[in-house]
């Protein structure tokens, strides 16, 4: 009896400790990542997507990036959304590049 009692102690302390992992991970997920190496990442509106479109940049052939890419992890995205990447440049000032996410 004293044996199952131990047992099941340690089978919920390994419980536990998953569980807090878990919880550690998804906080890891939802904080969005800063770093002087990382770009600035946004996700583009219905309007700027259609900006883009008038613009003669056509959406299906911009290049793509991961939903699970960790830098937009923090992001509400879904498949098909367009992310606007700025990227400071010393000589030109801040670039932007369009991604469209995949999943």
């Not at 793509?64 to 959304?81: K, M, T, W």
């Amino acid at each position: 009896m004293a044996e199952k009692k131990t047992k099941s102690i340690e089978i919920k302390k390994v419980v536990k400790k998953k569980n807090v992992r878990k919880v550690r991970r998804q906080r890891r997920i939802k904080e969005e990542i800063v770093h002087n190496f990382i770009p600035k990442h946004i996700l583009l509106s219905v309007e700027e997507v259609e900006n883009l479109n008038n613009r003669g940049i056509d959406v299906s052939k911009l290049p793509l990036i991961f939903i699970s890419d960790p830098a937009i992890r923090h992001l509400e995205l879904n498949a098909g959304d367009v992310i606007k990447i700025i990227r400071k440049n010393n000589i030109v000032g801040d670039v932007e590049y369009f991604r469209r996410v995949i999943k």
